[in-house]
């Protein structure tokens, strides 16, 4: 590929015409060829690592700061080389998302639920959708791990251009807060942007608030004139601000009056799934209010805003009101995400994802509105190891409030010792409250064998995650749902 293909601008100059083999930004990876980026990243910078690019066979390098040239080398000057990869692996890759329907969504929570649902939803109706999320990379017949919920632009512009060559018509993709700090995002043609909600997570990274909105901002700040926005109208956090920025056509949901997507009428019974009554705006249903019963075996307020969300995005790129109702009925189950473990122990046993504080005050709004009367509640949990420690004793008030007896965990403590961070976590919560054990696996079968029929176990923060990050890496973990489903049919084997 000729660089005039990756740079536009360079259409008329002599060096456009010179051959590309693959453009990379590790050093590590350069061949013969290659087109090297020097980004400046968190841990240090690519500038460094140039002569090695050029050693390996590297013909030509963009940059920002003053280079020394070696002779034979191509050298672009760029303002912002991170900015400038991600627009140059979309061309490289053939422009793959402007070939499909692209769903963006981000926020703190629920980004995992609704990208899901819209794909899965999008398949009842006869589609072909792609997802990329913290989850998994999901495409027809693949189903791999990803390495981060929004990995670099030249992974993203190789998977989708893999989703648009097995032929998929649309992709639900996860676009994290560091995704977007760090542009690996620009280059893809997004159709619809969904914001869910901002609450605290991620201030490691961002260290502040408002750093992490305005990273938040950036996608719907650079969406296309003729693209779509739906925002959280019951996000006061957000939602003023992202109506104001969006670069295109703003539409909302939730369950307050101004919503175009409004929930109302909403009735759950737990495992029994939820129903309630969809009102859709004239504005969004082409100038005529529609009024739609919907019935789904989604559960928890925040799950039926997330399904809004994604019913919205859905309407929006063409599909029937009455085609998506249909869908909801039986969305498959999101991995990890309020995920009940069927028992013969007489426990609801739920697995979720949950850890953060917004996370945390959802679960336990839905565990009020369905634990049995007299039912005690215990979560097994824990908090991440070299991440915003600020949150811990905030995630031990809240369960604290909710639950009968925590019982604190490993959940990736990495060089952190997993006793300390259950120390911080718990806080001034009274001793008799709280149990220390630092095995997950213990930990979860203690909850289990201490409660009786009736009762609620939660397992939060790892959700279907398959690894514990611990001092020496990532270990290999059978995952939440696994251990819990495993404990529990031993348990009611021994007292069968």
């Given amino acids: ?71 034979g080398v191509t050298y672009i000057r760029m303002e912002d080389p991170q900015e400038a990869l ?18 963006g969504v981000t926020g703190t929570n629920g980004k995992s639920t609704t990208t899901c649902v819209i794909r899965d939803m999008i398949e009842q109706m006869g589609g072909r959708c792609g997802y990329m999320g913290t989850i998994a990379v999901r495409y027809g017949d693949v189903d791999t791990k990803p390495n981060l919920t929004t990995p670099d632009a030249l992974e993203i512009g190789d998977t989708l251009a893999k989703m648009a060559a097995a032929g998929m018509d649309s992709v639900a993709m996860e676009v994290s807060s560091h995704g977007l700090a760090e542009k690996r995002t620009d280059g893809v043609d997004f159709d619809v942007a969904i914001f869910t909600n901002l609450t605290w997570d991620h201030l490691d990274f961002h260290k502040t608030m408002e750093a992490y909105f305005e990273a938040k901002q950036r996608l719907f700040t650079r969406m296309k004139p003729e693209g779509l926005a739906i925002l959280n109208a019951d996000d006061e956090a957000s939602y003023g601000a992202l109506k104001a920025v969006s670069a295109c056509r703003t539409l909302s949901y ?16 737990g495992a029994g799934g939820s129903t309630f009554t969809l009102r859709v705006s004239a504005e969004a249903n ?25 019913i919205a995005a859905l309407h929006q790129t063409g599909h029937a ?9 039986k969305i498959r189950q ?5 995920e009940i473990v069927e028992n013969d122990l007489g426990l609801d046993l739920i697995v979720d994802y949950a850890h953060t504080p917004d996370g945390f005050e959802k679960i336990f709004e839905f565990v009020r509105s369905v634990k049995r009367p007299g039912a ?24 604290g409030e909710n639950c009968d007896l925590l019982y604190l965990t490993e959940e990736d403590p990495r060089d ?9 976590i718990k806080g001034d919560l009274p001793e008799e409250k709280v149990r220390i054990i630092e095995d997950r696996y213990e930990a979860i079968e203690t909850a289990i064998r201490g409660a009786k029929p009736g009762d609620m176990v939660l397992i939060l923060g790892k959700g279907d995650e398959k690894y514990l990050d611990r001092g020496n890496g990532k270990d290999d973990w059978m995952g939440d749902e696994k251990a819990a489903a495993e404990i529990a049919a031993k348990l009611a084997a021994e007292r069968a």
């Fill in 1 to 71: 590929m000729k660089l005039k293909t990756l740079f536009p601008q360079l259409e008329n100059r002599t060096e456009g015409e010179r051959e590309i083999a693959s453009p990379v930004f590790d050093s590590r990876k350069a061949g013969p060829g290659d087109l090297f980026f020097a980004i400046k990243g968190t841990q240090t910078d690519g500038h460094k690592y140039i002569d090695k690019a050029v050693a390996a066979g590297a013909v030509a390098v963009v940059h920002s700061d003053d280079v020394t040239p070696i002779e």
């Fill in 86 to 103: 991600a627009l140059a692996a979309e061309r490289f890759y053939g422009s793959p998302s402007s070939k499909m329907t692209v769903y």
């Fill in 254 to 269: 939730g369950e307050a009056p101004e919503a175009d997507y409004r929930f109302t009428d909403l009735t759950m019974s």
């Fill in 286 to 310: 082409g100038g005529e209010e529609a009024l739609v019963p919907v019935r789904t075996n989604l559960t928890a307020k925040y799950n039926i805003s997330n399904l809004c969300a994604a």
């Fill in 321 to 329: 009101l009455q085609d998506i109702a249909a869908a909801a009925v």
């Fill in 334 to 338: 999101v991995d990890g995400r309020m």
């Fill in 376 to 399: 005690a509640v215990f979560a097994v949990f824990g908090s991440a190891g070299k991440r915003d420690k600020k949150k811990r004793p905030v995630l031990g008030s809240i369960a």
């Fill in 416 to 424: 952190e010792r997993a006793v300390d961070i259950a120390a911080e």
